[in-house]
């Protein structure tokens, strides 16, 4: 069993979380500003099928990008040379959030419904929620977005209309957080597609030890990319 949330009861310890299915910790409470936060800070995030209550989950192991590991192919290398797009932030979050949200493939959907789309809105117009945006001949092609809070980024999805667009925009966003300083940016679950630019998994102990010390420095105020991170 896992404890249901109401009102603002505090989450439960991430030692408590299930094994199987990995990392659940708890379900039920709201997508509020307040809350979310107080979830990225413990190392907790939200993922549920619409029409679902809230879950939250802490998996064991937690898969991390550190932003200086991040693995650059020599395509995708060539390609972050070129001078054919342009790499932008926080210009278009909720268009990036929608394109996240598009059905893929065979899929008929995604996690990212409309409530989760107007929850990190609000938390991109506070300062807290971030776009990464590839921009192509004045279409948006690609991109990611996250949260970030202290020194720590939160990635929570990407997209790309075009070949390699999303590899831009993540590649774009670890070579800058490695200036500012960021010590992790958090994958969550592991993939094979995150740990092929360079994504492992750590133990959630490690995880939350780095998180508690990151969380706690100073923020970047203004997120703009440097103009040289590949030149």
Not at 201 to 218: D, K, S, T
Request: net charge neutral.
């Amino acid at each position: 069993m896992i404890p249901w949330l109401t009102g603002d009861a505090p989450f439960p310890s991430v030692e408590l979380a299930l094994r199987n299915p990995n990392g659940l910790l708890a379900a039920g409470g709201d997508l509020s500003a307040a809350r979310l936060l107080e979830a990225y800070r413990r190392g907790i995030f939200p993922w549920f099928n619409p029409g679902d209550p809230v879950l939250w989950w802490s998996p064991d192991p937690r898969m991390v990008l550190f932003p200086g590991e991040f693995k650059t192919s020599r395509s995708l290398a060539k390609e972050l040379r070129c001078t054919g797009y342009q790499l932008r932030c926080d210009t278009a979050f909720e268009q990036v959030m929608r394109a996240c949200a598009a059905p893929r493939d065979s899929q008929r959907g995604t996690w990212i419904d409309e409530d989760m789309i107007a929850a990190y809105t609000a938390l991109h117009r506070s300062g807290c929620a971030h776009s990464v945006e590839v921009w192509r001949e004045g279409c948006l092609v690609g991109g990611l977005y996250g949260v970030g809070i202290g020194r720590m980024f939160y990635g929570e999805s990407m997209f790309s209309t075009a070949s390699n667009a999303s590899k831009i925009a993540l590649a774009h966003l670890a070579r800058q957080l490695e200036r500012w300083q960021f010590g992790m940016i958090d994958c969550q679950m592991n993939t094979a597609h995150l740990a092929s630019l360079g994504a492992r998994e750590i133990p959630r102990a490690e995880f939350i030890a780095r998180l508690q010390e990151l969380v706690h420095c100073v923020p970047v105020t203004r997120w703009q990319f440097d103009t040289d991170l590949f030149s």
